[in-house]
């Protein structure tokens, strides 16, 4: 059964930084590109940052510059590491694990962590 389970969210000052963590279980997590995402109140999920299984990084224009996604394969951990956080950012962060092949495709998600930034 794979699980996905996201941690370090939490409140933040404008400014200021948190790292979140999504650790992976019941997969082959180098296989799967691994994105994190967010949903506001009243808004549609987006995109935040995504990571290949080959390491590629890509990120939401809103965020470049400010967040780093990584992985670490030997722990089965995905990392956002988010700095200069601001207002706008204060969302539930969700970890994504996503694989496709010829005959199948798997998707799956984490439960979330709460992100806010106030002050």
């Known amino acids: 059964q794979v699980q996905l389970v ?3 969210g939490g409140l933040v000052q404008p400014g200021g930084s948190l790292r979140l963590s999504c650790a992976a279980s019941g997969m082959i997590f180098s296989l799967y590109d691994m994105g994190w995402y967010r949903q506001a109140p009243g808004k549609q999920r987006e995109l935040v940052a995504a990571i290949t299984n080959g390491g590629s990084a ?3 224009d809103s965020v470049k510059g400010r967040f780093t996604i990584s992985r670490d394969n030997a722990k089965n951990t995905v990392y ?3 700095n200069s956080l601001k ?3 204060t969302a539930v962060y969700y970890c994504n ?3 496709k092949t010829s005959v199948y495709e798997d998707d799956y998600w984490g439960q979330g962590t709460q992100v806010t930034v106030s002050s």
């Open 80 to 82: 956002l590491q988010m």
């Open 58 to 60: 890509n990120y939401a």
């Open 97 to 99: 694990a996503f694989r």
């Open 87 to 89: 207002p706008e950012d």
């Open 6 to 8: 996201e941690s370090g």
